[in-house]
């Protein structure tokens, strides 16, 4: 599994001592504003576990993020497979969750353009998705940063949420290969 080192963060594996602070980020209302609920810390424990095997088994995926220069573990920057039903899938997603006092920092913009790199160099992946609800502007902000652009027409209603639930419409945001690298 590769571990990502940019001027301010190490996207790593996650340890043991993440936990704690993961759970406490995912019980968050503010962290978690764009998602349907909190998390409890089972939820959250039973997160981690997952991501720590994808990690394992893909060689890449939501890895733990770090600032370099404390050591904080601040939450996740990195590449998943989503895993529900969608005309735009299967694909890879870039996405981030990070504790509230490490937003506004550009961390997720730096993370993601990280994930990026490695996606479509040592990953060898043709393009890169990104999704959110569509009152999440900050994190469509982070898209736009890292050079993605809105795909409206294939913007969708989230299988797992339902009718009339007030995050249920999302965007949908893309990246090629060749788009990153025409602007590298």
Same mark, same amino acid.
């Given at each position: 599994?590769?571990?990502?080192?940019?001027?301010r963060?190490?996207?790593?594996?996650?340890?043991?001592?993440?936990?704690?602070?993961?759970?406490?980020?995912?019980?968050?209302?503010?962290?978690?504003?764009?998602?349907p609920?909190?998390?409890?810390?089972?939820?959250?424990?039973?997160?981690?576990d997952?991501?720590?095997?994808?990690?394992?088994?893909l %060689?890449?995926?939501l890895?733990?993020?770090?600032?370099?220069?404390?050591?904080?573990f601040i939450?996740?920057?990195?590449?998943?497979?989503?895993t529900?039903?969608?005309?735009?899938?299967?694909?890879?997603?870039v996405?981030?969750?990070l504790?509230?006092?490490a937003? %506004?920092?550009?961390?997720a913009?730096e993370?993601?353009?990280?994930?990026?790199?490695?996606?479509?160099?040592?990953? %060898?992946?043709?393009?890169?998705?990104?999704?959110?609800?569509?009152t999440?502007?900050?994190?469509q902000?982070?898209?736009?940063?890292i %050079?993605?652009?809105?795909?409206?027409?294939?913007?969708?209603?989230?299988?797992?949420?339902?009718d009339?639930?007030r995050?249920?419409?999302?965007?949908?945001?893309r990246?090629?290969?060749?788009q990153?690298?025409?602007?590298?």
């Amino acid at each position: 599994m590769s571990e990502l080192i940019t001027d301010r963060l190490l996207l790593r594996q996650w340890k043991d001592s993440d936990y704690e602070p993961y759970a406490a980020l995912n019980a968050d209302p503010a962290v978690m504003e764009h998602f349907p609920n909190v998390m409890t810390r089972a939820e959250s424990d039973a997160m981690v576990d997952r991501v720590k095997a994808a990690l394992d088994e893909l %060689g890449f995926g939501l890895w733990a993020v770090e600032v370099r220069e404390s050591g904080q573990f601040i939450g996740f920057i990195g590449l998943s497979v989503p895993t529900f039903d969608a005309p735009f899938l299967p694909g890879v997603e870039v996405g981030w969750r990070l504790a509230k006092d490490a937003w %506004g920092k550009g961390y997720a913009t730096e993370g993601a353009r990280a994930a990026l790199a490695y996606g479509f160099g040592e990953a %060898g992946l043709d393009e890169v998705l990104s999704f959110t609800a569509t009152t999440n502007k900050p994190s469509q902000r982070v898209m736009e940063r890292i %050079g993605m652009t809105h795909d409206e027409a294939g913007d969708f209603d989230h299988p797992r949420l339902p009718d009339g639930h007030r995050l249920q419409r999302h965007v949908l945001y893309r990246i090629t290969r060749a788009q990153w690298e025409a602007a590298q």
